[in-house]
């Protein structure tokens, strides 16, 4: 079963001066064994939905449901955490074991697993890191370091879900790579995962399918070539398209009969059409 929003909305401060509607009446099935990419200008509720999915906030109203689990029900939310992890978009906010040993031993304990220290290097090599960390402090790290070793200490848990806030910010451009083929591994092997970022072309390149949050509303959701066409047909405030939709855009407001694309090897041949006069 997946994760499922009925008419969820998700009020801040409510009835106060200060009251805020962060998400208004949604409603939302995130497919399993996918990867979908939430986006949306700043302030249009995305960090509140991801943490609506593994219970760190409850709906004002409606329900989040998790195979079949309600958030709200405090019975549940052990259940749903070990279902779904959550990596913040600011990894400090999560680590805080002496060593990367204990950081990466301490969640699958919470669960009754016991992790090994190879099989702990074996966790950090899927981020890119070697054994050699194991006995280092977290907050000696980087930040793309610490941004890996969340991603690590969750992986060891086994999640059904993962969600991920900016999953490569702080990389540098392998660390990137290292993240997206991890990525897209767990999605072959039937890992539902979901993330929030900013980078349009990693969104393109990652995500099967895609939500677009504008002002606590779903703006467009579907699959990725469907959302970026109804995006170069609507304009939102602070949410631009990926570089390849870009083109093609430019393209087609210059009268070529170009089809949308969502990867470079696609545009470049959209492009050399064009060039040959073959539109």
């Known amino acids: 079963m997946p994760i499922t929003l009925n008419e969820v909305t998700f009020v801040y401060n409510p009835g106060t001066p200060m009251e805020v509607i962060a998400l208004n009446n949604i409603n939302l099935n995130f497919n399993e064994g996918i990867i979908t990419g939430i986006i949306g200008p700043t302030g249009s509720g995305k960090s509140t939905l991801l943490m609506l999915l593994n219970g760190l906030l409850t709906p004002t109203r409606g329900n989040v449901v998790v195979d079949g689990l309600i958030t709200s029900k405090k019975g549940n939310l052990k259940a749903i ?111 539902t995962v979901i993330i929030v970022s900013h980078n349009m072309d990693e969104v393109a390149y990652l995500c099967d399918q895609i939500v677009v949050l504008d002002r606590g509303r779903i703006a467009a959701f579907g699959e990725k070539i469907e959302v970026f066409h109804k995006l170069m047909e609507k304009n939102i405030p602070g949410l631009s398209l990926p570089v390849y939709a870009q083109v093609i855009k430019l393209l087609q407001s210059r009268g070529h009969k170009v089809k949308m694309t969502i990867s470079l090897e696609e545009t470049v041949g959209e492009i050399v059409r064009v060039v040959r006069g073959n539109d």
């Open 81 to 191: 955490r070990q279902k779904v992890q959550l990596i913040f978009q600011y990894p400090e906010h999560q680590l805080f074991a002496e060593t990367v040993f204990d950081e990466l031993t301490f969640g699958p304990k919470n669960f009754g697993r016991e992790i090994t220290e190879e099989q702990a290097a074996e966790l950090l090599r899927q981020v890119g890191l070697d054994e050699s960390y194991l006995k280092r402090s977290p907050f000696e790290l980087s930040g793309g370091e610490k941004r890996r070793l969340a991603i690590a200490s969750v992986l060891g848990i086994s999640p059904k879900y993962l969600i991920l806030d900016e999953p490569a910010a702080a990389l540098d451009p392998a660390g990137k790579e290292t993240i997206y083929r991890l990525l897209l591994s767990l999605k072959k092997q039937g890992v």
